[in-house]
Structure formats: structure tokens, C-alpha cells
């Protein structure tokens, strides 16, 4: 059974920093993209970034400049490093990877972290 589990959300001031993470783990043969999204209340779920398992990476306009994604594909994780934090970037941010097991490639979600900014 594959598993995605975030840690890293929190509480933060307008202006600050958070990292989050993303492991991946259980019995798999390969990682393909990976990525973060963002829900707001009262919104439909966003993409933040993505990465694919080459490095290319893709971010949502809202965030360019101030949030960066990596991956660790020894560690089977994804990191989401957000500086200049803004009170619209408040959100439940999931993890999300395209992963290949014996049935085939498959999209698994974590189970989400808060992302709070305010003052």
C-alpha cells in the first residue's frame, strides 16, 4: 500500500517562510511527477507546482518567485519551500505523485497540512 505523508504546515506571519514535505512510501517500483496543491475555503483545489522525476519543474503564477519545489528521489520525497508567505497563500496544501506499482501508474494524494498566514 502506497502512502504520501506532508509535514511542515503551520502558522506563520505575513512575510515568513515554511517547508513542507512529502514521503513517499510502500511498495512501488517508480516515482513519476510529483507536485503540491492548495486548497482555500470556498475555492476548488490549485496547482502550486510540480516536478517531474527529471527535475523540470512548473509553478502557478501566484507563486513565482517565492515558492520553490525539489525532490529527493532517494528519499522518495517532494519539498515545497515558500518564502514571502501572503495571507492568500493560506490553504490546505496537499501532496500528489504519480507512482507506478504492479497494477500500473496511479495518482496517490496525501492526507493534507495547514498552511495559516496571518498576523
Known amino acids: 500500500q502506497v502512502q504520501l505523508v506532508e509535514t511542515g504546515g503551520g502558522l506563520v506571519h505575513p512575510g515568513g517562510s515554511l517547508r513542507l514535505s512529502c514521503a513517499a512510501s510502500?511498495?512501488?517500483?517508480?516515482?513519476?511527477?510529483m507536485g503540491w496543491y492548495r486548497q482555500a475555503p470556498g475555492k476548488e483545489r490549485e496547482l502550486v507546482a510540480s516536478?517531474?522525476?527529471?527535475?523540470?519543474?512548473n509553478y502557478a503564477d501566484s507563486v513565482k518567485g517565492r515558492f520553490t519545489i525539489s525532490r529527493d528521489n532517494a528519499k522518495n520525497t517532494v519539498y515545497l519551500q515558500m518564502n514571502s508567505l501572503k495571507p492568500e497563500d493560506t490553504a490546505v496544501y496537499y501532496c500528489?505523485?504519480?507512482?507506478?506499482?504492479?497494477?500500473?501508474?496511479?495518482?496517490?494524494w496525501g492526507q493534507g497540512t495547514q498552511v495559516t498566514v496571518s498576523s
Open positions: 500528489s505523485a504519480n507512482i507506478r506499482t504492479y497494477f500500473g501508474p496511479y495518482d496517490y
Open positions: 510502500g511498495s512501488f517500483f517508480s516515482i513519476n511527477a
Open positions: 516536478i517531474t522525476s527529471a527535475g523540470s519543474t
